[in-house]
């Protein structure tokens, strides 16, 4: 008996390929590394895009245009494409270039300001973004929600004018350092029967009075993570994000640009290469060829996922349900990185290394938990792919 499947919706769009007109880009780009690489400006490093904050850097990408590359030219950025800007993010992570200044604001808070910010918010924010001058963090986790981002407890009350926010949010990279954050929050009560429903985004400008940063040192004492506390912060009617009780929506959108990109299966790359490097010339048997051309062909296909989502992108679509896919097989892949790295040479990471090898190493080692904990575990992720594809 044959029994005919219902057809399953595409997990990823079409491929896409790159333009020829980022050939010239891309090799601007790599110049520029190796420029700054000669001078010793900085040293390549793991996971860079979280944790490596360098503000002289990101003004330096901003004076060659390479932030804001899809905002506007009216609001102080370059009309350029979702393509061009995944060349230029791609060169960056792949160099182990100190990206985090930028990173959140130009990924995701730049695109949201476009979709969902008033007139005035993009006045406000997206020139400076595109300078390299304001940064922004993430306001979504919170104590005890895990994963679970509906379950948010923070709220904002109405008031004359605005809105009273109380609440806490945590792991909050670079709130220290950043100018503001998205924030969402609940502006109605919950409703069982829908809990997805009274939420909304505030953009929370962190020198408010009110605020509270409180940091949450690794246990090698870096620090990028932090808690941020509301007490009784007022936040003005024009710093609504879109629509009051749209924040679910409007979240959910945002983590197309957040899930989707090269991050997610380049942040172990630098370990990647120095492991090549490290094995280059040796007479490996069949079992560690197997493993690296595993590896490597792994990142191939990860990247032609990514890339076919920043198509979709330029195309103005938000395929939240492939760049769920991308996240999940991505994360796993950098910690596949680190496996392979342990197994394959005999160095020891060592944190207090000045370069090379086994810096990359112990680095990629202490950043691996939050791999797959990071814009969703992957347990949710798997569960939004599956309700994606009507199997749950």
């Known amino acids: 008996m044959t029994i005919a499947m219902a057809k399953l919706p595409s997990l990823v769009p079409p491929p896409v390929e790159l333009p020829e007109r980022v050939a010239e880009l891309r090799a601007d780009v790599r110049a520029f590394l190796a420029e700054e690489r000669a001078a010793d400006r900085w040293r390549p490093r793991a996971d860079t895009w979280l944790s490596g904050w360098d503000e002289r850097f990101t003004r330096e990408v901003a004076a060659r245009g390479w932030l804001g590359m899809t905002i506007p030219t009216e609001y102080g950025g370059h009309g350029r494409g979702a393509l061009d800007r995944y060349v230029v993010t791609e060169e960056l992570l792949a160099a182990g270039a100190p990206v985090a200044a930028h990173w959140v604001a130009d990924r995701q808070i730049g695109p949201s300001l476009l979709r969902f910010g008033t007139e005035s918010q993009r006045q406000r924010y997206l020139p400076g973004i595109a300078k390299g001058e304001v940064f922004f963090g993430i306001g979504m986790s919170e104590p005890d929600s895990g994963s679970d981002l509906a379950s948010v407890r923070s709220k904002a009350d109405k ?8 609440g806490t949010k945590v792991w909050t990279s670079g709130a220290h350092r950043a100018h503001a954050f998205f924030a969402l929050v609940r502006t109605a009560p919950k409703d069982d029967s829908n809990r997805h429903a009274g939420l909304s985004q505030l953009i929370v400008e962190l020198d408010s009075p009110g605020v509270t940063i409180r940091p949450i040192p690794l246990l090698t004492g870096a620090h990028h993570f932090n808690e ?32 989707s990109g090269p991050e ?11 492991l090549l490097q490290e094995i280059a010339g040796q007479d490996l048997d069949a079992g560690r060829r197997r493993d690296l051309g595993g590896l490597v062909s792994r990142y191939w296909t990860l990247r032609r996922m990514s890339l076919a989502i920043a198509g979709a992108l330029e195309a103005g679509q938000a395929p939240e349900l492939a760049a769920a896919v991308v996240k999940d097989l991505g994360t796993r892949f950098e910690n596949e990185v680190i496996d392979a790295a342990r197994l394959l040479v005999s160095i020891p990471p060592d944190s207090g290394a000045e370069d090379g090898y086994a810096r990359l190493l112990a680095e990629a080692v202490l950043h691996a938990p939050g791999f797959t904990l990071r814009g969703g575990t992957n347990e949710v992720l798997r569960g939004i ?3 994606g594809l009507g199997l749950r």
């Open 159 to 166: 008031v004359d004018g605005g809105w009273e926010l109380t």
């Open 385 to 387: 792919v599956a309700r």
């Open 228 to 259: 941020v506390v509301f007490d009784k912060v007022f936040v003005p009617d024009d710093r609504v994000l879109g629509e009051v009780g749209r924040g679910w929506h409007q979240v959910t959108s945002e983590l197309a640009f957040e899930r």
């Open 264 to 274: 997610r299966y380049l942040s172990t790359f630098p370990l990647l290469v120095a």
